[in-house]
């Protein structure tokens, strides 16, 4: 599989590459304001690159996005739409790409997270009646946006699975009143090295029951974002979750 990485500079874009070569496929070109000397053209701009390439993988900066989704557009290429940070209005245009080629979407494409969300979805059903929910987020002192793309996620799980009509509460320094049975807290902490944690607190009376996930190494996202290529190449044209990738690689155990 040739692929067009976009942010081929950037930390996690040094680990797709590595990852790509371990699995035999070739990085045809990178995007990014840096060249690191790499054996494969990198442009600054994604309307310069000029090679043939199967898939795009994109673990950019959001600024890049309309660019990118643009180029699968015109070239009928697979996407493959790591980024983290964008709002709605642009999760629509990649769903609305998905209807012209596969596309595969997540906020973190580790499957330890996809697990954690099966079992966070049973966990809600069954506790959030009577139980407060909380998310803590923690990863290294360069992360830009907060709260993380991951705790977003899994808040739209609970949401979702609630028996409450919950909303959530972005750190709570400036407030003075107490927790509202609705709210669920989501609290980001930034420090260090850290690639990425996550967990669901369940806090009921004399009882607490929490969900935790924790990233040791950026390599299981590269991973992951590869197993997606690799699953929707040749795929019919759709928006493909994680979830749904899990699914389709069971079918063919």
Not at 118 to 133: G, H, P, R, T
């Amino acid at each position: 599989m040739r692929i067009i990485l976009i942010g081929s500079g950037g930390a996690m874009g040094r680990k797709v590459i590595s990852a790509a070569i371990q699995r035999g496929h070739k990085i045809a070109a990178g995007v990014d304001r840096v060249n690191l000397n790499d054996n494969f053209p990198v442009f600054e701009k994604v309307a310069d690159i000029n090679v043939d390439a199967d898939m795009v993988i994109d673990f950019s900066h959001p600024d890049l996005l309309v660019d990118v989704l643009e180029y699968c557009k015109e070239h009928s290429l697979p996407l493959v739409s790591a980024t983290t940070g964008i709002g709605e209005d642009d999760e629509r245009t990649i769903f609305e790409l998905s209807k012209k080629v596969p596309v595969a979407r997540s906020k973190n494409f580790s499957f330890g997270i996809s697990v954690m969300k099966v079992l966070l979805e049973k966990a809600v059903k069954l506790l959030s009646q009577d139980y407060d929910i909380e998310i803590v987020e923690m990863h290294h002192n360069k992360k830009i946006d907060s709260p993380s793309g991951t705790a977003q996620m899994l808040y739209d799980v609970i949401q979702a699975n609630s028996k409450r009509d919950t909303y959530p509460v972005y750190g709570r320094h400036e407030r003075h009143e107490k927790r509202d049975k609705n709210e669920v807290g989501i609290v980001s902490l930034r420090g260090g090295t850290v690639v990425g944690e996550h967990e669901v607190i369940f806090a009921g009376e004399d009882e607490i029951i929490k969900l935790s996930h924790s990233a040791g190494s950026k390599e299981v996202f590269a991973q992951g974002a590869l197993i997606a290529a690799e699953t929707i190449i040749g795929k019919e044209n759709g928006y493909y979750t994680m979830d749904q990738i899990a699914d389709i690689m069971m079918e063919d155990i």
